[in-house]
């Protein structure tokens, strides 16, 4: 059942379990102590106590060379499987794969089948590691495969829509997409690449109807964490959070793997961020993070929460962490803007210049960068630099975080009429804006508030502050001057004649 978006959004809550209270913990550790002397005194037996020397389990036998090779044939066929279904992989599984289909393409170079699978496992190891030279390599490996098999090699052509997306590149990721699903109708894995690229150009009555086919699909309890995943991201971006969460908080709970379940995790604790709970989206950044820590997105995560905990120092450590995995160009934006908000600019523009670098070498790989490029000058840079990129990649692609970014550039660049539209493109539900997003109400906001629509402006900063009150360590603070300026009241006017 679909969720009103007026009813509040009850919070997520943690797979792990809550820690139990120092003084209960003391009452509980004291009556466990009582139980096991009783036991020991009752069998006749001597109880020492050692609190310095814990009682060391006997070590297990060595794994013999077939157990081993067995072992290590079961993790490659699990790695493939999830690549090729579009599964989250660990990364040490994933370069285990890679290694091995690499010498096998080299002993076979005709094997359509290994050459699918080494590429779409080049797509998902750039993707949890921002390796762009990955993405060359992956689209070699799957044309390759695509020659050797023809047309109707549903694994390549999954991997190239896969690809595409990772690459920003919608329009391509909706042509494989639909050729993949062409080639393999109850292939189940074709859906989600199809949602973001329908998502990425703006159709999304076409999302809708991917989504409603793949909820449709009978799929196997290994893929179904997946499918609840792939639903929650839709069911976000409708403004339907309780339905979010619910799918997501299910599929953590049925994730087969430790990697796949990180994976649930962080999205929960985006979720939970995006609401403005800081501490629950904590819980979940660190769950995911203990299970996977080469889950980069979840230590960034960690840092937004700790921010606006006001555990600063800890926050700067989770950032650092996150482009040490992982240098996003987005998390080096991000990371940027929280050192421009505590007053250290060397370290904002260090940031800043990691995000340049690591973009020019996206670029260099064929990735579509202009949103994040856009995002930057419109508030660090030449702004009409930005205008120019955005209203560009609004032509190619009009979704609706290209259109946020442009009713920015456009109202930082003073041309406030022309802005408003993309603002409310991003943020009315009628239009296609159904997420629920305190920066997206912010912009438009202040953009009303430029143009004198003083009610409108008070309206929509006022609904950014209570979607997130931490939305931006930046823009937060400009929102709420903002609407003390503007007054948390409208003005007593005169009734018409």
Request: aromatic share 6%; hydrophobic share 40%.
């Amino acid at each position: 059942m679909c969720a009103l978006d007026n009813r509040p959004s009850p919070p997520a809550t943690s797979l792990l379990p809550e820690p139990v209270p120092p003084r209960r913990r003391g009452r509980v550790l004291l009556r466990l102590l009582v139980v096991a002397l009783s036991a020991g005194v009752a069998a006749g037996g001597t109880l020492m106590l050692r609190p310095h020397e814990p009682q060391r389990a006997a070590p297990a036998p060595a794994a013999g060379p077939r157990a081993q090779t067995a072992a290590r044939a079961a993790a490659l066929a699990a790695a493939q499987t999830a690549v090729l279904s579009g599964l989250p992989a660990a990364l040490p599984d994933l370069t285990t794969l890679i290694g091995a289909r690499e010498a096998r393409v080299r002993a076979q170079p005709k094997d359509a089948g290994a050459w699918a699978v080494l590429g779409a496992a080049y797509v998902e190891r750039a993707r949890r590691t921002a390796d762009t030279g990955d993405y060359p390599r992956a689209e070699r490996a799957l044309q390759t495969s695509l020659k050797a098999a023809g047309k109707n090699n549903a694994d390549a052509l999954g991997g190239l829509a896969a690809l595409a997306v990772a690459r920003r590149d919608f329009a391509g990721a909706k042509r494989y997409g639909e050729e993949a699903l062409k080639a393999a109708p109850q292939r189940w894995s074709a859906y989600p690449v199809l949602i973001d690229a329908y998502n990425g150009l703006g159709d999304y009555k076409a999302a809708r109807s991917a989504l409603d086919r793949l909820m449709a699909l009978k799929v196997g309890a290994d893929v179904k964490p997946a499918v609840m995943a792939r639903a929650s991201a839709v069911y976000r971006d409708r403004g339907w959070r309780e339905d979010a969460v619910a799918q997501v908080t299910d599929a953590a709970a049925a994730a087969g793997t430790p990697a796949e379940q990180a994976a649930y995790l962080c999205q929960a604790g985006q979720l939970a961020w995006e609401r403005g709970d800081r501490e629950d989206a904590l819980r979940h950044f660190t769950a995911a993070v203990r299970l996977d820590p080469e889950q980069s997105a979840a230590r960034a995560g960690q840092g937004r929460a700790l921010a606006a905990l006001g555990r600063t120092q800890e926050a700067l450590t989770a950032y650092q962490g996150s482009l040490a995995h992982r240098p996003a160009p987005q998390v080096a934006l991000e990371f940027g803007e929280l050192y421009q908000s505590l007053g250290m600019e060397q370290q904002a523009e260090a940031q800043y210049e990691l995000m340049r670098t690591q973009v020019r070498r996206e670029l260099e790989s064929g990735v579509d960068d202009d949103l994040v490029i856009g995002q930057y000058e419109a508030d660090h840079g030449d702004v009409q630099e930005a205008v120019e990129r955005l209203t560009a990649e609004w032509e190619r692609q009009p979704g609706i975080e290209v259109a946020d970014s442009l009713g920015w550039a456009l109202h930082r660049a003073g041309e406030d009429k022309e802005a408003l539209p993309y603002a409310t493109v991003a943020t009315d539900s009628t239009k296609g804006g159904g997420v629920r997003s305190a920066l997206y109400a912010f912009h438009r906001g202040m953009i009303e508030r430029d143009l004198d629509l003083e009610a409108p402006a008070r309206r929509h900063l006022q609904d950014a502050l209570r979607t997130n009150p931490y939305f931006s360590p930046l823009q937060a603070p400009a929102a709420r001057t903002a609407l003390t300026a503007l007054g948390n009241q409208p003005p007593n006017e005169e009734l018409p004649q």
